[in-house]
């Protein structure tokens, strides 16, 4: 089992950053893949960005590319997610998950034995 400590999100003026970031704790040795996920109102849960031990993020959201970095710190077990250019359609409940798969295959895909943490609140005005 692995639980994860969120911090970062808040309320923030369009155009304006925020860093998230999220360390994983427990049983981190079955870890793979670590990931952003974002979940707004009226919108389903999505992908924002997936990184494999610390090398090339990928990154899902269309939105968020080019505005949205992802770093991984494996001797911290943490992932930073630093967003800049915030648009108000970037306010979400922003997630970390790991895996124990990689970025992108089969069990990945399908979420098998994927963690979640609780998720932290990213509010972005006009």
């Known amino acids: 089992h692995v639980q994860f400590v969120e911090s970062g999100g808040g309320l923030v003026n369009s155009g304006e950053s925020l860093r998230l970031s999220c360390t994983a704790s427990?049983?981190?040795?079955?870890?793979?893949?670590m990931g952003w996920y974002r979940h707004g109102t009226g919108n389903e849960r999505e992908e924002v960005s997936c990184s494999n031990g610390g090398w090339e993020s990928t990154y899902s959201a269309d939105s968020a590319k080019g505005r949205f970095t992802m770093s991984r710190d494996n001797d911290k077990n943490t992932i930073y997610l630093q967003m800049n250019n915030l648009k108000p359609d970037d306010t979400a409940v922003y997630y970390c998950?790991?895996?124990?798969?990689?970025?992108?295959?089969?069990?990945?895909?399908?979420?098998?034995?994927?963690?979640w943490g609780h998720g932290t609140q990213v509010t972005v005005s006009e």
């Open positions: 427990g049983n981190i040795l079955r870890i793979d893949a």
């Open positions: 998950a790991a895996d124990p798969s990689p970025c992108g295959s089969t069990w990945y895909i399908k979420g098998v034995g994927r963690s």
